[in-house]
T-cell receptor, first 112, second 109 residues
Framework: SQTIHQWPATLVQPVGSPLSLECTVE??????LYWYRQAAGRGLQLLFY??????ISSEVPQNLSASRPQDRQFILSSKKLLLSDSGFYLC???????????FGPGTRLTVT | QKEVEQNSGPLSVPEGAIASLNCTYS??????FFWYRQYSGKSPELIMF????GDKEDGRFTAQLNKASQYVSLLIRDSQPSDSATYLC?????????FGPGTSLSVIP
């Protein structure tokens, strides 16, 4: 069966510090991968999605970036965090040609 | 018009009652429709999907789709306190899934 991992689970970072969140998927090949952010009491905002290694599509312009160095690894990064970057970051995967997305446990980021 | 609209709630129902969660969407090209359940502080969990007009039943859950009206709903029969969560509607079209803001459901024992 497929499993999706995210770490860390929680993170507190000062404004201006860098960020790196990692997501890995097990039990499937060539998945579509997604990064979402959910601000407190808000809906899911799609940040990035990827259909293959090195292929990243950005949905919103911001100080975040994403990379996919391996088939089942997706990384979300920032060089300098803003207060507005606080939120619940969720990684999700779907099979090719499928819209069914399955979410990881998430990383709760607080920027202070 | 927002792409996906849901009543924010909170929707409160007594234990054992039927909870009805509604969702409207603006993209007529939407082909697949998903319902996610999100417990407080947790990530969303896929609980139902429907592709064709009509009803689809899975245990205590029934999804209803009316593409002409651009409306999809989720019924939860015999509601339990463990059903208390936020329910996200997610239509999909072409290459993306659009998540609604969610409806908060509270089942009162």
């Amino acid at each position: 069966s497929q499993t999706i991992h995210q770490w860390p689970a929680t993170l507190v970072q000062p404004v201006g510090s860098p960020l790196s969140l990692e997501c890995t998927v097990e039990g499937t090949s060539n998945p579509n991968l997604y990064w979402y952010r959910q601000a407190a009491g808000r809906g899911l905002q799609l940040l990035f999605y990827s259909v293959g290694i090195g292929q990243i599509s950005s949905e919103v312009p911001q100080n975040l970036s994403a990379s996919r160095p391996q088939d089942r690894q997706f990384i979300l990064s920032s060089k300098k965090l803003l207060l507005s970057d606080s939120g619940f970051y969720l990684c999700a995967w779907s099979a090719r040609q499928s819209y069914e997305q399955y979410f990881g446990p998430g990383t709760r980021l607080t920027v202070t | 018009q927002k792409e996906v609209e849901q009543n924010s709630g909170p929707l409160s129902v007594p234990e054992g009652a039927i909870a009805s969660l509604n969702c409207t969407y603006s993209d007529r090209g939407s082909q697949s429709f998903f319902w996610y359940r999100q417990y407080s502080g947790k990530s969303p969990e896929l609980i139902m999907f429907i592709y064709s007009n009509g009803d689809k039943e899975d245990g205590r859950f029934t999804a209803q789709l009316n593409k002409a009206s651009q409306y999809v709903s989720l019924l939860i029969r015999d509601s339990q306190p463990s059903d208390s969560a936020t329910y996200l509607c997610a239509p999909s079209s072409y290459d993306k899934v659009i998540f609604g803001p969610g409806t908060s459901l509270s089942v009162i024992p």
